[in-house]
Each structure stands twice: as C-alpha cells, then as structure tokens.
C-alpha cells in the first residue's frame, strides 16, 4: 500500500475540509435539534462535485475512487455524522447499478445522483431481514413484460426524500438465488413512506418504512437486464462500503478529541488547566492511539477496494476496518464526553450529539456482530492465517 496520497486525493480532502468547517460546522447543533434534511449540504456537495467521487466519468462522476470518498466522508463526519453519510449513500445507492447494471441503467439512474439532479436509496432491510439478507421477502412477480413489487422496507436511510430507489425482492420466494435488483422512481404509483423514524441520532439523514404495495415496473428496470443477481448484488455492494462507514466512526473520532482537548487547555482545576492532569493526558493518548490504529485500517480497506479487492475473500479485512473504527467512534466518543464532566452531557457542547451518533454506526450496514462473524469464518477456513 502507497501511504501517499495523490495529488487528487488531497484536492478532494481539501475540499471537503472547507465544506465541513464552512458550511456543516455551523449547522450541525440545529440540523440535529430539528431533524430536518440539511439541504445546504447537499447544494454544497453537489456544487464542489463531491457527490460522484466513486462514480463512473461516463455518467458524470469523478471516477476518484474510495479512498477519496473515505477522506471526503472523514472530513465531513468531524463535525455532522449526517453529513458524512449523505455523502456514503451516494455511492450506496449507486454501486449495485455501477457494478452489475447496464450502461444504459447507470446513465438514467447513477448519472443523475452523481451530478446532484436527483436522491437516491438502498432499500435492503426489512421488517423480519436485517443482517438475514437471505430471507428477504419482499416480491418483483413476473406479468408480461413487466415485474409487479410488493413488499415493505425499513430503517432505508435518505428514503423519506429519495426520488429514485435500488430495492431487493424474489422473483421466487422460497429461493435465495432469486434476488434480483429493481430501479424504482418514487413517484410511481404503490410507492410510499410509510413513516419516518425517530431516531437516537444522525437526525440529518431521514430513515423509514417504505412500501412497495403492486409496484409494476419495466422489464428493463431489472438491474443487468436478466434474472439471476443473488446474493452477490447486495453483498458486493456492501463490502465495497465497509471502510467508508469506519471513515464516519474515525471522522467522528478525530472531531471528539479536538474538541475534548481545546476545552482540557482552558478549563482549570487543581491549580492548572485539565491538560496538565496525567489522569486526563492518558485519556488523550489512548484515544490518538485508536484514532491512527482506525485510520490504518481504514485507509488500507480503502485502498484495497480502489485496487479491486472486495469479494468474499477480502470480507475480513473490511469488517475488521468497519468494525475496529466505528467501535473506536463509539469509544473516543464516550472518553472525550468523560472529559468535559457534566458540561459534555449538555447540548451547549457537540460531544453529547456525537455520542449519540456514533452508536448508530456499530448497527449500520452490517452490524459489528456481523463483522465478527465474517472475521471469524476467515480465520476457520484459513483465509486469515497467522503462520
């Protein structure tokens, strides 16, 4: 692994650095207080053409690469774990077309995502099928030339304001091999929002059900244009994010410390400030030392996913990124709110909102359970050896 980064990457973490600190910074105590969809985030993004980083050029995107989302997600997610994910989705609800759609389907559906024309969602979870991928119930029955889509989805991030979704149903049922990709507008008719969840945290991003109640979509709405998708289609798509949701975790991570820090500097007790209190100054050690050991690893997923490297057999080396750094978010999280005492329980300061949000992300896109289990088989089957 090349540690450098390019010329591209840093024009793309610059960028981000300023969107972040301009625009999300400012905003991100009152997105959260009032749960409404920051739009001047988007605007933001999609104005400094950061909302295709992983798309293809063909379709209008910038074709950077993962690493770059990573970098662009970590700077956004310093200051509004929303953010970081509004910037994720736009490669979750686009990789399953990038990678198995025809180049007819990435042009009307990835294109206009990329360039900031359109919202759109990964519809996967459902009621009764969350980390059971395999025992999906949702429906996409054959009439004619037509699929006729019944079913519910929930806990679909950005869908209460997506115009477009990539959902998951059996063309058989009781078949797993059966799951198959549909691209489905939202102004269709039997499309709803059902409701909008209320949730812990990342309030910025709405989550909901949504119901497919006799969707009739063309034939030429099946992602790749024949039957047979499986199981690799949600799965590819999954494991070609799992860095980018450890990137929230760090990018939450390093915004946690600095701000526990700048307040350890000014606060006094004991005659001096925080920071001269060796109690507190292992507190900030421990913390910089799970920063850089998430960052590592995350980078290295990155890099290895931008090098073609995220089937089944690479899976443990991106669970243990997703699950190391979202748990490292979770913990530096908590360390730094201990620091500022009772005052980081307040909503006058940040920590307590992003202790909030990081616990979302041990749940998201596979849970951190989930990851052991992918970790674990690897080692079993001798895929993770230490010799």
């Known amino acids: 692994m090349d540690f450098d980064l390019t010329e591209?990457?840093?024009?793309?973490?610059?960028?981000?650095?300023?969107?972040?600190?301009?625009?999300?910074?400012?905003?991100?105590?009152?997105?959260?207080?009032?749960?409404?969809?920051?739009?001047?985030?988007f605007q933001a993004f999609k104005q400094a053409e950061l909302l295709g980083i992983t798309l293809p050029k063909a379709?209008?995107?910038?074709?950077?690469?993962?690493?770059?989302?990573?970098?662009?997600?970590?700077?956004?997610?310093?200051?509004d774990c929303s953010a970081g994910l509004m910037l994720l989705l736009s490669s979750l609800s686009t990789h399953t077309v990038k990678f198995f759609g025809t180049p007819e389907q990435q042009a009307s559906y990835i294109g206009?995502?990329?360039?900031?024309?359109?919202?759109?969602?990964?519809?996967?979870?459902?009621?009764?099928?969350?980390?059971?991928?395999?025992?999906?119930?949702?429906?996409?029955?054959?009439?004619g030339d037509d699929y006729v889509i019944t079913g519910q989805k929930c806990f679909i991030s950005g869908g209460p304001i997506a115009d477009q979704v990539?959902?998951?149903?059996?063309?058989?049922?009781?078949d797993p091999r059966s799951l198959n990709a549909f691209l489905v507008d939202t102004s269709m008719p039997g499309f709803e929002v059902t409701s909008v969840d209320r949730k812990m945290g990342v309030r910025g991003v709405p989550t909901g059900v949504l119901t497919f109640d006799n969707v009739r979509v063309s034939k030429d709405r099946l992602v790749g244009g024949t039957e047979g998708l499986g199981m690799k289609g949600p799965l590819?798509?999954?494991?070609?994010?799992?860095?980018?949701?450890?990137?929230?975790?760090?990018?939450?991570?390093?915004?946690?410390?600095?701000?526990?820090?700048?307040?350890?500097r000014e606060r006094r007790a004991?005659?001096?400030?925080?920071?001269?209190?060796?109690?507190?100054?292992?507190?900030?050690?421990?913390?910089?030392?799970?920063?850089?050991?998430?960052?590592?690893?995350?980078y290295q997923g990155s890099w290895m996913i931008d090098q073609g490297r995220y089937g089944p057999e690479h899976g443990h080396m991106l669970a243990i990124a997703k699950a190391f750094a979202t748990e490292t978010g979770n913990r530096v999280a908590s360390s730094a709110l201990q620091i500022l005492g009772g005052q980081g329980y307040m909503m006058?300061?940040?920590?307590?909102?992003?202790?909030?949000?990081?616990?979302?992300?041990?749940?998201?896109?596979g849970t951190s359970e989930v990851q052991r289990v992918v970790i674990a088989r690897a080692l079993i089957d001798r895929n993770l050896v230490y010799p």
């Not at 990539?166 to 009781?174: G, I």
Request: proline content about 5%; aromatic content about 6%; overall charge negative.
């Open 8 to 41: 591209e990457h840093r024009l793309i973490q610059q960028t981000a650095r300023r969107i972040a600190q301009e625009v999300v910074a400012p905003r991100a105590a009152e997105v959260d207080e009032t749960g409404v969809y920051p739009e001047d985030y």
């Open 59 to 79: 379709v209008g995107g910038a074709e950077a690469g993962t690493l770059a989302l990573t970098l662009a997600v970590e700077e956004m997610s310093k200051y």
């Open 112 to 143: 206009p995502v990329a360039r900031g024309e359109k919202k759109a969602a990964f519809c996967l979870t459902e009621p009764d099928a969350g980390s059971d991928v395999a025992n999906l119930q949702t429906r996409a029955v054959r009439d």
């Open 166 to 174: 990539v959902v998951f149903a059996k063309t058989n049922p009781p």
């Open 236 to 264: 590819t798509t999954l494991m070609s994010l799992r860095p980018v949701v450890g990137a929230r975790g760090l990018g939450l991570a390093e915004g946690c410390l600095t701000y526990a820090l700048n307040f350890a």
């Open 270 to 298: 004991f005659g001096g400030p925080l920071t001269d209190l060796q109690a507190i100054q292992m507190k900030f050690a421990d913390m910089a030392i799970e920063i850089e050991a998430a960052r590592q690893l995350v």
């Open 348 to 365: 006058d300061h940040p920590l307590e909102r992003h202790y909030r949000d990081a616990r979302q992300l041990m749940i998201v896109e």
